[in-house]
């Protein structure tokens, strides 16, 4: 359960006129300020807990819960809202407070700073969940699905219907909607060819209904991330199949992801986005990289495509070790290597973008 008296010393160090250190007059007005910031915050996080209920609100929350990493500090305000209506109006919340918000799925392509992230996160994941099937003309089926399902349970729903085309997904450990703001992709499969439209929730609090190409889908990428918005359902068409086959080739897929990657260590996954024309991992490789370990950061000796964590590592180890086979490669192949990994919060050193 929340405790207010808690969240009243949430933002800053709680100072008041009146304390020993607030002699001179400017550092009176930085207690007045402080005093009604904590005020403030007090009501923001009074009227979040409204809109959200108690059970839903964690302070200082440890990110490194809630990524595939296992890397990252507190985040501020750390909120799962359990319907699209609550999310609505808690960045609605955040809007009136000034308070600046991120929306997470499953953590799975993140790297969060150690310093943690300021404001308020926002998780959907497992909750907002629901998939609706309807038969279309001939062999198609429309899925409709929550943001905040898994590949993995969408993939298995939709398997158990008998759909084909989304094998592909089931192996990626995200949610329906991070897998969409990512145009995640694997074994020659994509989101973007299936998807239909997505209903979005725009900064500014408006919902859209915006279609294939409206999502402006490439590689990684898509609308979702250039324009802040938030997925909250999607829909897709798939063809009908053959189960046993369907399922066949899922266990396939993932047998295949097993055998080639560090599934044993936390990761994000491909560290790189494919340069055009080359492998990422096959040039961090030759570049004789492949184990190259940086604190808690290694290159994994299983896939060099792959950072590790192999225990302890920090957000800046990761970080350091993303820039030392950045600078590798470019002075040893001429090749750029971009991030696929999303990094976000406050880092002790700076990034780049
Ligand atoms: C072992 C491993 C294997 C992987 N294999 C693959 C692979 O084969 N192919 C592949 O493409 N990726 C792969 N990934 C990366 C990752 O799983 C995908 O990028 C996935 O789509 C991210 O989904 P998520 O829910 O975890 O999103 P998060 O990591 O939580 O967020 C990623 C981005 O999406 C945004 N986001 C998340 N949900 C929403 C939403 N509802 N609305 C708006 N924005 C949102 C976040 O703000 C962030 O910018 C792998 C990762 C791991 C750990």
Request: aromatic share 8%; hydrophobic share 40%.
């Amino acid at each position: 359960m929340l405790s207010l008296d808690f969240a009243v010393n949430w933002i800053g160090t709680g100072v008041y006129p009146g304390d020993s250190n607030c002699y001179e007059t400017a550092k009176m007005q930085t207690c007045e300020n402080k005093r009604m910031e904590n005020a403030m915050t007090t009501e923001f996080i009074h009227e979040l807990t409204q809109i959200v209920g108690a059970n839903a609100i964690r302070l200082n929350e440890p990110m490194k819960n809630h990524t595939t990493f296992r890397i990252g500090g507190p985040a501020d305000v750390f909120v799962i809202p359990e319907s699209p209506k609550a999310l609505e109006r808690a960045v609605e919340c955040c809007k009136a407070y000034n308070i600046p918000w991120q929306i997470i799925g499953k953590g799975s392509n993140l790297l969060v700073g150690d310093k943690g992230i300021r404001g308020a996160v926002f998780r959907i994941c497992q909750t907002m969940d629901s998939v609706t099937f309807e038969p279309l003309k001939g062999e198609s089926v429309s899925v409709t699905a929550g943001a905040g399902i898994l590949l993995s349970q969408l993939a298995r729903r939709v398997a158990e219907e008998g759909l084909c085309g989304f094998e592909f997904a089931s192996g990626i450990p995200g949610t329906f909607g991070g897998a969409i703001t990512m145009n995640a992709g694997a074994y020659g499969g994509e989101m973007k060819p299936l998807i239909v439209y997505a209903k979005v929730l725009t900064p500014g609090g408006e919902i859209l209904t915006l279609n294939q190409c409206e999502l402006s889908m490439g590689y990684r990428t898509s609308i979702i991330q250039k324009k802040d918005l938030i997925v909250l359902e999607a829909a897709m068409v798939l063809r009908r199949g053959d189960k046993a086959e369907i399922l066949a080739q899922m266990a396939e897929l993932n047998g295949r992801r097993r055998e080639k990657q560090p599934l044993e260590y936390p990761s994000a996954g491909s560290t790189f986005k494919r340069p055009e024309g080359y492998f990422a991992g096959k040039l961090i490789q030759d570049a004789g990289l492949k184990g190259y370990q940086l604190g808690g950061a290694q290159i994994s000796e299983k896939h060099s495509g792959f950072v590790i964590n192999t225990g302890e590592a920090t957000a800046d180890d990761v970080l350091q070790l993303i820039r030392h086979v950045q600078a590798t490669v470019l002075e040893k192949f001429g090749v750029t290597l971009e991030p696929e990994v999303r990094m976000i919060g406050e880092f002790a050193t700076v990034l780049n973008d």
